[in-house]
């Protein structure tokens, strides 16, 4: 027992000196920091809305009674799909007021999860364009330097936080990323519209 757990104390040493030499645990910690700045941000955003605009809890009914439900999940399927800049917490309130909520959420991650799949063979069909393809692994120069540093970690970390899940995706496809790791990296991504689900439900 006492060699089993010196064992797993070994291993634990290793890979925290790896994420602080290669840079993994900085990043991590960045965008813990970043979470709270975003949640800090919603608070005072909703606090203004709340006293001096419009109360958040209308919000969702406004939406679900002017927009179609089928016409907003093709655009998020799209936003999740190409580039991902829309952050999906916006969808989340949208159905905030829905019955079932918790079952939408879900069905808003396996949306994510599908997107994350359409992104990646976008990008394998990019690759076979060799100006498209320098353009954006130029352009996107950041992620890439992280995707061949942290392989499927920063997936991962781009599948949890406040990171463009879609466009990782898309690099991956790029790079030729083994699609079976991005089946399993998906379930992350998932768990992620659970995740931040309750906080959004928070402030309606």
Sequence with gaps: MHKESKNIWRTFNIYYRY???SGLLSFLISNFIKVAAIIAVVIIAVWILNSFIIQVSDIPGFLIENFRTEVVLLFFLLTESVLGLIPPDFFILWVSEMNNFYLWVGFLGL?????????YYLGSALAKFPR???RLLKFYANHLDKI????VIFIIIAALFPLPYATVCTLAGILKFPVNRLAFVGLFRIARFFIYAPIVAEFV
């Excluded at 949306?111 to 992104?119: D, H, K, P, Q, T």
């Design 19 to 21: 994420s602080r030499k």
């Design 111 to 119: 949306l994510s999860y599908v997107g994350g799949f359409i992104a």
């Design 132 to 134: 498209w393809k320098t």
């Design 148 to 151: 061949n540093k942290w392989g």
